[in-house]
T-cell receptor, first 112, second 119 residues
Framework: GEDVEQSLFLSVREGDSSVINCTYTDSSSTYLYWYKQEPGAGLQLLTYIFSNMDMKQDQRLTVLLNKKDKHLSLRIADTQTGDSAIYFCAESMNNQGGKLIFGQGTELSVKP | GAVVSQHPSRVICKSGTSVKIECRSLDFQATTMFWYRQFPKQSLMLMATSNEGSKATYEQGVEKDKFLINHASLTLSTLTVTSAHPEDSSFYIC???FGPGGTSEYEQYFGPGTRLTVT
């Protein structure tokens, strides 16, 4: 079945780069997403990548996709304290009506 | 653009009562809305997929008679938790998509969530 895995915690210093990793099992994934959740709030779509792409960059965010290894990463450059949150990766599959499978979430802590 | 709202943001109800949660797409028409449940420090669990004008599709293990979903228009879906019990206490989040076609077809936008506490 589908499974998406993330490490649970990441701690970095302000100004450093953060790299959050995600692995998935279903090779029929069409889109892969990164969402950010702040305490007590819903999810904010950060970025997404189509499965035939290797990389996508959007300002401080860089998404890398290794389809062979089924590995997705999100790099946040110049991490700020406001980036502290839980980051979820998610995959959607073809012909599943937009259904998303989420990882457990990585809690990013940014220390000043 | 692509804002999704939920109402109420927090609700406390007594055991045995029913509570309705609304999910609205404010600036777009959402052909599909999703309802998720999230326990503390855990991921989102998809409960059901709701398409406008048709019956919701529930995930395995989700009781359709307990969690009633109505998607009456392209901008509104409601989740009613019937005969709520303390174990139903959770964070309920909805999301909405534009549906097929266009560059935003695969973008799913989430509401801010509703914290339900059943006493």
């Amino acid at each position: 079945g589908e499974d998406v895995e993330q490490s649970l915690f990441l701690s970095v210093r302000e100004g450093d780069s953060s790299v959050i990793n995600c692995t998935y099992t279903d090779s029929s994934s069409t889109y892969l997403y990164w969402y950010k959740q702040e305490p007590g709030a819903g999810l904010q779509l950060l970025t997404y990548i189509f499965s035939n792409m290797d990389m996508k960059q959007d300002q401080r965010l860089t998404v890398l996709l290794n389809k062979k290894d089924k590995h997705l990463s999100l790099r946040i450059a110049d991490t700020q304290t406001g980036d502290s949150a839980i980051y979820f990766c998610a995959e959607s599959m073809n012909n599943q009506g937009g259904k998303l499978i989420f990882g457990q979430g990585t809690e990013l802590s940014v220390k000043p | 653009g692509a804002v999704v709202s939920q109402h109420p943001s927090r609700v406390i109800c007594k055991s045995g009562t029913s509570v309705k949660i609304e999910c609205r797409s404010l600036d777009f028409q959402a052909t599909t809305m999703f309802w998720y449940r999230q326990f503390p420090k855990q991921s989102l669990m998809l409960m059901a997929t709701s398409n406008e004008g048709s019956k919701a599709t529930y995930e395995q293990g989700v009781e359709k008679d307990k969690f009633l979903i109505n998607h009456a228009s392209l901008t509104l879906s409601t989740l009613t938790v019937t005969s709520a019990h303390p174990e139903d206490s959770s964070f309920y989040i909805c999301s909405a998509t534009f549906g097929p076609g266009g560059t935003s077809e695969y973008e799913q936008y989430f509401g801010p969530g509703t914290r339900l506490t059943v006493t």
